[in-house]
């Protein structure tokens, strides 16, 4: 799918008010913001909530970005921000949570529990990149425009990460993981 018009115009038009420029910024931006989110929080729901802050707040500070090309990895920061304030306004919830879980379900053994378990583990900046690529389906070449990194650093976090995954799921009893 490509995009009709380059993300500094629709910047610059949302800045003069265009609010059809800033709801394709959202459209374009929402599914990785929300995945930016989930690799912070590990819950799909309160990522979309810190998500949805994000924009709200990049709708205010949009006149104050100062470089219209780098929209995406300023709104990546606005969104990390927002989510580790999710965080910690549901921290009590989500202890109680846990609790709940523990006594209700077995212990983690099932493939599902055993891959969160392990993402935790990794780096937050190698699980924003495994988020991106494999939960949100993003290019390379997207992932850089969000993060505002390369795509050389993107593969080099990739591969790190996978390593990193698949020694942990190694130590959990899984036998055929591939890095």
């Known amino acids: 799918m490509t995009q009709s018009k380059p993300d500094n115009v629709l910047v610059e038009r949302a800045i003069a008010g265009d609010g059809d420029s800033f709801t394709e910024l ?13 690799a912070i929080l590990g819950d799909r729901h ?28 300023w709104l990546a920061a606005i969104c990390r921000n927002a989510a580790r304030d999710v965080g910690r306004a549901n921290a009590a919830f989500r202890g109680r949570q846990e609790l709940t879980r523990e006594a209700t379900h077995p212990a983690p053994g099932e493939d ?3 891959v ?18 494999f939960y949100d389906g993003l290019s390379y070449e997207r992932i850089s425009e969000v993060l505002g990194i390369s795509e050389q650093a993107i593969n ?21 993981v591939v890095a």
């Not at 459209?27 to 989930?38: C, I, L």
């Not at 080099?156 to 055929?176: I, Q, S």
């Open 26 to 38: 959202c459209r374009r931006y929402y599914g990785a913001m929300v995945a930016v989110a989930d």
């Open 156 to 176: 080099g976090r990739l591969r790190r990460a996978k390593r990193k995954l698949a020694g942990l799921l190694r130590r959990e009893g899984f036998d055929e």
């Open 116 to 133: 969160r378990a392990a993402l935790k583990q990794l780096e937050p900046d190698a699980r924003e990149v495994i988020y991106l690529r």
């Open 112 to 114: 599902g529990e055993a």
């Open 46 to 73: 309160l990522a979309e909530d810190a998500a949805q802050q994000a924009f709200a707040k990049a709708a205010v500070k949009l006149p104050n970005l100062k470089e219209a090309e780098k929209f995406g990895s």
